[in-house]
């Protein structure tokens, strides 16, 4: 399960669009222990590719460190895919680095942009729920 | 005389270190803090370092707000003040 509200799934999408026609990353905080998407931490993509993605590592680390000043923690990565589903690729599952993390998907081949989430364990796909809360 | 630094883990390496978000360890440069973290954790053997025994590419380290990569990788010096970050390269398509 991952949780969003509006304002977090809109950032998410808003980047995605935003850095056509380049893939869109970033990664997200939230309470350790909790599935509430608290904050969405844009990234430059460092691989500047519409095929591949790759988190600027000092985007990474001052991510990482805003979280931890808001008791927050890093957990989990999201970016788009501009011409093909939302499901992660193989080289998705290629590089997951982290079985606890929330791999969320924003793809923008249809006209309306269709946002996923998974978990990568051991290379096996599984889909999670996604649950918005209007606010 | 032996340099103590506090060395940062991700989420994903700190079962490998006894569950621990912050280590110490000792060395004077990354390549040997590198060394005494595989000494008290055995389990990080093949998280940090490539066959070829260069930094892991699925890990990037930082020297305070540095990517060491773009320092003198290794052999990038470590003073007691210094804070080593250890996080997941995060990649894919």
């Avoid at chain 1, 056509?20 to 909790?34: D, F, H």
């Avoid at chain 1, 608290?38 to 000092?58: G, K």
């Avoid at chain 1, 957990?75 to 680095?97: E, F, I």
């Avoid at chain 1, 791999?103 to 006209?111: A, R």
Wanted: proline letters at 6%; charged letters at 25%.
């Amino acid at each position: 399960m991952l949780r969003l509200t509006d304002a977090t799934y809109d950032d998410m999408v808003a980047h995605a669009l935003d850095e056509l026609p380049n893939e869109a990353c970033g990664l997200v905080g939230a309470a350790p222990g909790t599935d509430k998407i608290e904050r969405v931490y844009r990234c430059h993509n460092a691989a500047a590719s519409s095929r591949l993605y790759e988190v600027d590592p000092l985007d990474h680390l001052k991510a990482d460190r805003d979280a931890e000043g808001r008791g927050l923690e890093i957990v989990g990565v999201y970016h788009s895919h501009t011409h093909t589903d939302a499901y992660p690729s193989p080289t998705d599952v290629k590089q997951a680095p982290d079985p606890g993390w929330h791999y969320v998907l924003v793809s923008l081949k249809d006209p309306e942009p269709v946002l996923r989430s998974y978990r990568i364990l051991d290379g096996a796909i599984t889909e999670e729920p996604v649950e918005l809360e209007r606010r | 005389m032996a340099i103590e630094v506090e060395v940062r883990l991700p989420t994903v390496l700190r079962q490998h270190a006894g569950g621990q978000a912050t280590v110490q360890a000792n060395g004077e440069t990354v390549g040997a803090i590198f060394e005494d973290l595989l000494r008290q954790f055995p389990l990080l053997k093949g998280q940090l370092l490539d066959d070829d025994g260069s930094i892991h590419k699925f890990i990037n380290v930082y020297r305070n707000d540095d990517d060491v990569r773009y320092l003198d990788k290794l052999d990038t010096p470590v003073g007691a003040d210094d804070v080593i970050s250890i996080l997941p390269a995060v990649a894919g398509g």
